[in-house]
């Protein structure tokens, strides 16, 4: 795939092999003192891994954000896997493109062209953040988040606690989702595994104290 598209504030490009001006990117993004940076290093973030990638730029030439479509099993896809935002676009509620109607227009048309690639292959596909300070409810960013796309993509949310989104047991494994769905199928044919909010918090400070003691 070898794909751009023009948007109200620049270009989004979809691509699914490794390239030089993707790594100049992900350079760009390791030198921004940012606790996940281990996520964006060449061993966590291949493009191999993902059924494809994308970069969204301003007009300038500034990546504003990226993140790709990885298979989680033959019937469902993570979208924006590996996501990250330029802190430049970031605000109090996650982005700036939410108080400047030109980066929401742009933004809006990537995610209706995400949508579209994504379901040309799964019958989910789901959008997911981990919890990170909160512990017993949802973070008001990402109520602001659910309903963003509940109200104009026609996305639904998992409001009963945090589904696994990677093999494993800890709390980081365990995430808040948006999904997406077609061909009648449901997120109970998916069936994940999911944690309570209560269960989640009593992990999280487990493993923090786990932590301090080592």
């Not at 993707?22 to 964006?40: A, K, S």
């Not at 007009?59 to 479509?69: Q, V």
């Not at 995430?175 to 998916?190: G, M, R, V």
Request: glycine share 4%; net charge positive.
């Amino acid at each position: 795939m070898d794909k751009k598209i023009k948007t109200a504030i620049g270009t989004t490009w979809f691509f699914d092999y490794d390239n030089e001006e993707f790594e100049r990117v992900r350079n760009l993004c390791l030198e921004e003192n940012n606790w996940l940076q281990e996520n964006y290093t060449q061993d966590k973030l291949k493009i191999t891994d993902h059924d494809w990638f994308c970069v969204s730029y301003s007009n300038d030439g500034d990546p504003i954000c990226f993140g790709g479509l990885r298979g989680y099993n033959s019937h469902v896809g993570r979208l924006f896997n590996r996501f990250y935002q330029f802190p430049k676009y970031r605000g109090s509620l996650g982005s700036k493109m939410y108080s400047n109607i030109n980066q929401m227009k742009a933004f809006a048309q990537t995610i209706r062209v995400s949508t579209l690639l994504s379901t040309q292959k799964y019958d989910l596909i789901f959008i997911s953040m981990q919890q990170r300070k909160s512990l017993f409810r949802q973070a008001l960013w990402w109520k602001f988040v659910k309903s963003y796309f509940k109200n104009n993509y026609d996305w639904q949310s998992f409001d009963n606690g945090l589904v696994q989104v990677y093999e494993g047991d800890l709390a980081s494994c365990y995430q808040n989702i948006i999904y997406y769905t077609k061909n009648n199928y449901t997120f109970e044919d998916w069936n994940p595994k999911v944690m309570s909010y209560n269960e989640h918090a009593l992990r999280m400070k487990y493993e923090t104290s786990l932590r301090n003691t080592t």
